[in-house]
C-alpha cells in the first residue's frame, strides 16, 4: 500500500470512531434526561386571605392542589390578555383596511373622471378629422351614445358607493350599460 492509501484508510477510521463517539454521548444524554426531570421555572407569592379562600374554593371543586390551580387561573389570566391584544390588533387593522378602501374609491372616480376627459378629447379630435359631413354625423352618433353609456356606468358607480359597497365593476360592451 502507497501512503495516500494509508492516510486515506485512517482518515476514514477516524472519521468514524468520532461519529461512533458522538452517537454515544447523545445515547448518554438521552439517558440521563430520562433520569434527571427538567426543571421548570418556579414563582412564588403572597395572597391576601379573600384571595387565598377563593383560589382554595376554585381548587376544591376542579379537584386540584392550590399551586396547579394557580398555574391553571394564571394560565388563564395570560390567554385572555393575548386575546385582547389580538382584538385591539385586529381593530387597528380594521382601521386601516377603511382608510384604505376611501383612497382606492377616489382613486377610482379620478379613473373615471379621467376616461371620460380622454373619451371626449378623442371625440373631438375625430370629430374635426372627419372627412364629410355624414361621417361626422354618423361619430356624433357614436360618440353621444359612448358617452350616454359612460354616463350611466358613473351614476351605477356613484349610487354603489353611496350605499357603501366597493364591490362595482364598470361594464365595457355596450350592451351591457342598461
Do not use: W
Request: charged residues 30%.
Amino acid at each position: 500500500m502507497n501512503a495516500d492509501a494509508i492516510a486515506h484508510c485512517m482518515a476514514g477510521h477516524r472519521i468514524e470512531n468520532r461519529q461512533l463517539r458522538t452517537k454515544n454521548y447523545i445515547k448518554t444524554q438521552h439517558q440521563k434526561s430520562k433520569v434527571m426531570p427538567m426543571n421548570s421555572p418556579k414563582i412564588s407569592f403572597r395572597l391576601e386571605s379573600a384571595l387565598y379562600e377563593e383560589v382554595s374554593r376554585i381548587a376544591a371543586a376542579n379537584g386540584k392542589n392550590m399551586s396547579e390551580a394557580a398555574r391553571l387561573l394564571i394560565e388563564s389570566a395570560v390567554i385572555r390578555r393575548s386575546e385582547e391584544m389580538t382584538d385591539t390588533q385586529l381593530q387597528l387593522v380594521e382601521r386601516r383596511l377603511n382608510y384604505i378602501e376611501k383612497r382606492f374609491s377616489a382613486f377610482l372616480v379620478k379613473i373615471a373622471k379621467s376616461a371620460a376627459r380622454t373619451e371626449y378629447f378623442a371625440s373631438t379630435i375625430l370629430l374635426e378629422s372627419a372627412g364629410t359631413d355624414e361621417q361626422g354625423m354618423r361619430l356624433r352618433e357614436f360618440f353621444r351614445d359612448e358617452a350616454e353609456i359612460f354616463a350611466v356606468k358613473v351614476l351605477k358607480m356613484k349610487s354603489k358607493e353611496e350605499a357603501d359597497s366597493t364591490d362595482f365593476v364598470l361594464p365595457v360592451n355596450k350592451g351591457e350599460a342598461a
